[in-house]
Nanobody, 124 residues
Framework: QVQLVESGGGLVQAGGSLRLSCAAS????????MGWFRQAPGKERKFIAA????????AYADSVKGRFTISRDNAKNTVYLQMNSLKPEDTALYYC?????????????????WGQGTQVTVSS
């Protein structure tokens, strides 16, 4: 079992940057695939980025490719999402997710552990 706590959200102007962090409890963090998703009001939760157990493989949604970077530090039980060149349409509640697998997962159904989310608001 793993528990996830996101942090780093906030209000930023368009073109700015934020780095989200997701701290995981437990001693087997390196056995988990990790992902970031976001959900805007009235919309479905959508995949943003994923990283496999050792960080060797990553995947991104087309909407954030080239602007966002996912990374992990297994020694710190933490996964990060560096967000650059932020746009107003990036405004959403951002969720961290985990699944006990070595693979790379890109859909909500594949993850079984979720954090509470951190709000990102990008002003124009």
């Amino acid at each position: 079992q793993v528990q996830l706590v996101e942090s780093g959200g906030g209000l930023v102007q368009a073109g700015g940057s934020l780095r989200l962090s997701c701290a995981a409890s437990g001693r087997t963090f390196s056995s988990y695939a990790m992902g970031w998703f976001r959900q805007a009001p009235g919309k479905e939760r959508k995949f943003i980025a994923a990283i496999n157990w050792n960080g060797a493989s990553t995947a991104y949604a087309d909407s954030v490719k080239g602007r966002f970077t996912i990374s992990r530090d297994n020694a710190k039980n933490t996964v990060y999402l560096q967000m650059n060149s932020l746009k107003p349409e990036d405004t959403a509640l951002y969720y961290c997710a985990a699944a006990y697998t070595i693979g790379l997962l890109t859909t909500t159904d594949e993850y079984d552990h979720w954090g509470q989310g951190t709000q990102v608001t990008v002003s124009s």
